[in-house]
Every structure is written in C-alpha cells, then in structure tokens.
C-alpha cells in the first residue's frame, strides 16, 4: 500500500513555472513506476508523464513535451513534476498515482492506483 500527497500547486502567469511534489509514504515507494495526470473543469483525467521504477524510462503526452519534467528521489520517496513554460491550457487539478498493472499503454489510468487527491494549478494569461 502506498499513500500519495501532491503539493506545489498555485497560480502562476502564462510562461511562468511551477514544481509540483508528491509525497509517497510505505517501503516499496521505488518499485513503483509513477504517473503525473491531470483534470481540467468539465474534461476527462489525462495522461501528463510517467517515470519508470528505480529511475527509469519517461514518457510525456505530446501537448507537455519539452516543457515538462518528471523525475523521482527514491531515497525521500517523493515524486516530482517540474512545469515550465505554463499555458492557460495546463490548468488543472494535478495527480500522482502508481502504476500497478501493466496490460496496456503507460498513459491508460486504469493502469494506475493510489491515487492522491490533487493540488490545483491555475494559469492566467
């Protein structure tokens, strides 16, 4: 079992940048590939990046590309989401979840479990 807290949220202006975190509590926090998503008022939870377990392979959605970071510190069990270059576009509610089945894409949420409950990020233009 593992407990996932996201912080780092905020309003920022369109260009700027923000670091999102997700706290992971339990021992087995680095076996776990870890997905960032997002929800946007009146849209479906999308795919943003994962890291793979033990710092492996990323993957991005298309729209993140080159603007968007995801990396991990095993040793303090903390996930992160470093966002540059925001556009009014990224607002959302952001989520950290662990991947815990891996019959289809990377980027399918059913894949992915222990969902945290989000940290708000607004971009103003």
């Known amino acids: 079992q593992v407990q996932l807290v996201e912080s780092g949220g905020g309003l920022v202006q369109a260009g700027g940048s923000l670091r999102l975190s997700c706290a992971a509590s339990?021992?087995?926090?680095?076996?776990?590939?870890m997905g960032w998503f997002r929800q946007a008022p009146g849209k479906e939870r999308e795919f943003v990046a994962v890291?793979?377990?033990?710092?492996?392979?990323?993957n991005y959605a298309d729209s993140v590309k080159g603007r968007f970071t995801i990396s991990r510190d095993d040793a303090s069990n903390t996930l992160y989401l470093q966002m540059n270059s925001l556009k009014p576009d990224d607002a959302a509610v952001y989520y950290c979840?662990?991947?815990?089945?891996?019959?289809?894409?990377?980027?399918?949420?059913?894949?992915?479990?222990?969902w945290g409950q989000g940290t708000q990020v607004t971009v103003s233009s």
């Open positions: 979840a662990a991947r815990l089945r891996y019959s289809g894409s990377y980027y399918q949420l059913s894949n992915y479990g222990y």
């Open positions: 890291i793979g377990a033990l710092g492996g392979s990323t």
């Open positions: 339990g021992r087995t926090f680095s076996s776990y590939a």
